[in-house]
Protein backbone atom coordinates (compact mmCIF):
# COMPACT_ATOMS: atom_id res chain seq x y z
CA UNK A 1 0.00 0.00 0.00
CA UNK A 2 1.47 3.39 -1.10
CA UNK A 3 0.65 6.20 1.71
CA UNK A 4 0.84 10.04 -0.06
CA UNK A 5 0.99 12.61 2.25
CA UNK A 6 1.11 16.23 1.16
CA UNK A 7 3.12 18.65 3.71
CA UNK A 8 1.93 22.55 3.74
CA UNK A 9 4.12 25.24 5.49
CA UNK A 10 2.70 28.42 6.09
CA UNK A 11 4.59 30.83 7.15
CA UNK A 12 2.29 33.70 7.63
CA UNK A 13 -0.95 31.72 8.91
CA UNK A 14 -2.47 34.90 10.19
CA UNK A 15 -2.92 36.59 6.75
CA UNK A 16 -2.46 32.91 4.71
CA UNK A 17 -4.66 31.05 6.24
CA UNK A 18 -7.77 31.68 4.57
CA UNK A 19 -6.49 31.47 1.13
CA UNK A 20 -5.14 27.86 2.54
CA UNK A 21 -8.76 26.81 3.81
CA UNK A 22 -10.34 27.87 0.34
CA UNK A 23 -8.27 25.80 -1.49
CA UNK A 24 -8.34 22.86 0.82
CA UNK A 25 -12.22 23.05 1.08
CA UNK A 26 -12.07 23.05 -2.76
CA UNK A 27 -9.69 19.50 -3.18
CA UNK A 28 -12.17 18.29 0.14
CA UNK A 29 -12.66 15.31 -1.62
CA UNK A 30 -8.90 14.52 -2.17
CA UNK A 31 -8.07 14.67 1.52
CA UNK A 32 -8.32 11.54 3.74
CA UNK A 33 -6.25 12.95 6.89
CA UNK A 34 -5.76 16.84 8.19
CA UNK A 35 -3.90 17.88 10.52
CA UNK A 36 -2.65 21.43 11.65
CA UNK A 37 0.11 21.94 13.65
CA UNK A 38 1.77 25.47 15.11
CA UNK A 39 3.23 26.34 18.50
CA UNK A 40 1.32 27.66 21.12
CA UNK A 41 1.16 28.74 24.69
CA UNK A 42 -0.38 30.92 27.53
CA UNK A 43 2.36 33.76 26.19
CA UNK A 44 3.02 32.90 22.69
CA UNK A 45 1.23 31.84 19.32
CA UNK A 46 3.25 30.79 16.69
CA UNK A 47 2.38 32.67 12.79
CA UNK A 48 3.76 29.77 11.10
CA UNK A 49 2.51 26.14 10.84
CA UNK A 50 2.51 23.14 9.26
CA UNK A 51 -0.74 20.75 8.10
CA UNK A 52 -0.45 17.65 7.35
CA UNK A 53 -2.64 15.70 4.62
CA UNK A 54 -3.04 12.07 3.68
CA UNK A 55 -4.49 12.40 0.07
CA UNK A 56 -5.68 9.91 -2.17
CA UNK A 57 -6.74 10.72 -5.79
CA UNK A 58 -5.52 11.23 -9.91
CA UNK A 59 -2.13 12.77 -10.22
CA UNK A 60 -3.65 15.41 -12.09
CA UNK A 61 -5.91 16.61 -8.99
CA UNK A 62 -3.00 16.15 -6.56
CA UNK A 63 -0.50 18.26 -9.14
CA UNK A 64 -3.39 20.96 -8.94
CA UNK A 65 -3.83 21.00 -5.14
CA UNK A 66 -0.13 21.75 -5.27
CA UNK A 67 -0.03 24.20 -7.67
CA UNK A 68 -2.93 26.27 -6.08
CA UNK A 69 -1.12 26.03 -2.47
CA UNK A 70 2.31 27.01 -4.05
CA UNK A 71 0.76 30.30 -5.67
CA UNK A 72 0.07 31.15 -2.10
CA UNK A 73 2.20 33.59 -0.79
CA UNK A 74 4.39 32.34 2.63
CA UNK A 75 3.12 28.48 1.70
CA UNK A 76 5.00 26.12 0.62
CA UNK A 77 3.62 22.29 -0.30
CA UNK A 78 5.43 19.04 -1.52
CA UNK A 79 4.25 15.38 -1.85
CA UNK A 80 5.89 12.45 -0.17
CA UNK A 81 4.97 8.81 -1.02
CA UNK A 82 5.90 6.14 0.82
Not at 52 to 57: I, K, Q
Not at 61 to 78: G, I, P, S
Request: hydrophobic content about 45%; overall charge negative.
Amino acid sequence: MTYKVILVKIDHRSSEAGKVQSILTEYGCNIKVRLGLHEVSKEFCANDGLVVLEVEGKQEELTAMMDALNAVDYVQAKLIEM
